[in-house]
């Protein structure tokens, strides 16, 4: 089989921005049946106004064509691109027979180029776009499209400086999220989410020095994509991270791979605009290293649940490009182990420098990984929060909270707990309860829901 796409070779195959935004809502939305994969090739049904679905076949290559029964001028149209889409998305099953209304036209392209038919034992060949050039001059106009953006993004920021924050509390979400749909239609999907995050922090004492804050991050981003150039080739990653540009799947797995033994400690599920997004935290024994193997899934569709907390796998991992950048993608020869040993921890003291390292080298992280031990602490009164108490005597309130932790703090009351969790600016974030020298086993029930 070829390995699927990333999106970013996708989305360069689009004739122009409406044909990839129309794509992308048919790959989430659109009704689609008899979608298969099979070698070089990619076909399904897409049902849209009339009463006949259209037929949508994509033959790899290289090069790589396109066939659908629409009427659309377009090439590729939104339907080839939609069904790309669903490929590297992951929705498109491998089936070992053609479907009969792709065969045909795959057969007699195969025939014409004196190639091997669908089904036979032909390697698989990773495509490649078949106009250089002009995937070259799509990426410089996504650039400008992500320069105009921000810039209009800036003179947003400082409207909102000016007139006050004192009454954005009232403002509701629709006032961010205006914001963070141009962000969208100007391809910084990243800087989106940034914006959408701001409203959840609109509660709470304090909630004008952490939206403060936010604003000041996002204009610091609008700033350092300006120079973009001139920065370090670690930070220029990282804001390019930030911002949202893609990072093709092929240049991370080509990096020097990190070899360890991993162990899953920590996972978080999170559901935005429909789409599910799961962070699994992995921790290298013997380096140490903390690496995120991030996976999403559409409505309809299951979360990646390859790598799973409790468990551990030796092998490569390979990491994206920028400076205090976690996340990792697994390479081809990972060898995955049943449960995993105790860890060591840190205090909080030493937790602290290090997300102050993290923040130095990476101004918009927003989340670190770490391994505490210590107590739960009840909340004093009225008001105050649940704590946790590292072996130092230093405490940290307990924040992201689904419930109450009392079962964290019944495990807590025969003996300080091996603790993984999120470290936050707000507080931690607790995960699970990891094993440690006195036989206690790895649970994720951290909290009474």
């Known amino acids: 089989m070829v390995e699927p796409w990333d999106r970013a070779t996708v989305l360069a195959l689009a004739p122009d921005r409406g044909s990839a935004t129309a794509a992308e809502r048919l790959a989430r939305s659109a009704p689609w049946t008899d979608r298969g994969?099979?070698?070089?090739?990619?076909?399904?049904?897409?049902?849209?106004?009339?009463?006949?679905?259209?037929?949508?076949?994509?033959?790899?290559?290289?090069?790589?064509?396109?066939?659908?029964?629409?009427?659309?001028?377009?090439?590729?149209?939104?339907?080839?691109?939609?069904?790309?889409?669903?490929?590297?998305?992951?929705?498109?099953?491998?089936?070992?027979?053609?479907?009969?209304?792709?065969i045909g036209w795959l057969t007699a392209r195969r025939e014409r180029a004196g190639t091997a038919a669908p089904g036979s034992d032909q390697p698989p060949?990773?495509?490649?776009?078949?106009?250089?050039?002009?995937?070259?001059?799509?990426?410089?106009?996504?650039?400008?499209?992500?320069?105009?953006?921000?810039?209009?993004?800036?003179?947003?920021?400082?409207?909102?400086?000016?007139?006050g924050i004192a009454g954005l509390e009232r403002v509701g979400y629709q006032h961010f999220d205006t914001a963070a749909a141009r962000m969208v239609d100007a391809q910084a999907p990243g800087v989106a989410g940034l914006l959408r995050a701001i409203p959840a922090e609109l509660r709470g004492d304090g909630w004008p020095a952490r939206v403060l804050a936010q604003l000041a991050a996002l204009r610091l981003l609008v700033h350092a994509h300006r120079r973009l150039d001139a920065l370090p080739a670690d930070l220029a990653a990282t804001v390019r991270s930030r911002i949202g540009y893609p990072v093709a799947k092929e240049a991370v797995l080509a990096s020097t791979p990190v070899v360890d033994e991993w162990a899953a400690l920590g996972q978080v599920d999170t559901v935005e605009f429909q789409l599910e997004t799961r962070r699994v935290w992995l921790r290298g024994s013997a380096t140490g290293r903390w690496?995120?193997?991030?996976?999403?899934?559409?409505?309809?569709?299951?979360?990646?649940?390859?790598?799973?907390?409790?468990?551990?796998?030796?092998?490569?991992?390979?990491?994206?490009?920028?400076?205090?950048?976690?996340?990792?993608?697994?390479?081809?020869?990972?060898?995955?182990?049943?449960?995993?040993?105790?860890?060591?921890?840190?205090?909080?003291?030493?937790?602290?420098?290090?997300?102050?390292?993290?923040?130095?080298?990476d101004p918009w992280a927003d989340r670190m990984p770490v391994v505490l031990e210590g107590t739960v602490l009840v909340p004093a009164g009225a008001g105050s929060s649940w704590r946790f108490r590292d072996l130092d005597g230093r405490c940290r309130d307990l924040v992201g909270l689904a419930g109450e932790p009392w079962p964290l703090l019944a495990q807590s009351i025969s003996g300080p707990v091996r603790l993984m969790a999120e470290w936050r600016a707000a507080g931690l974030q607790p995960l699970a309860v990891l094993p440690d020298d006195s036989g206690r086993e790895f649970g994720t029930e951290v909290v009474l829901r």
């Open 37 to 102: 994969c099979g070698r070089q090739a990619l076909w399904g049904r897409c049902q849209g106004s009339g009463s006949v679905p259209y037929q949508t076949v994509v033959d790899l290559g290289p090069p790589a064509a396109f066939q659908c029964s629409c009427p659309s001028r377009k090439f590729p149209c939104k339907h080839a691109l939609a069904l790309l889409l669903c490929w590297a998305d992951g929705h498109v099953p491998e089936v070992e027979e053609v479907a009969p209304f792709a």
């Open 291 to 361: 690496a995120l193997w991030l996976t999403f899934a559409a409505p309809g569709q299951s979360l990646d649940s390859t790598i799973s907390p409790g468990h551990s796998l030796v092998g490569p991992l390979h990491f994206y490009p920028g400076s205090g950048q976690y996340r990792a993608l697994p390479g081809p020869q990972v060898d995955r182990l049943p449960s995993l040993g105790p860890l060591p921890a840190e205090s909080l003291s030493t937790a602290a420098g290090r997300y102050a390292q993290l923040v130095a080298a």
């Open 125 to 163: 060949v990773r495509p490649a776009v078949a106009d250089p050039a002009a995937a070259e001059r799509r990426a410089a106009a996504r650039a400008a499209r992500v320069e105009a953006g921000l810039e209009e993004l800036d003179r947003w920021l400082r409207d909102q400086v000016r007139g």
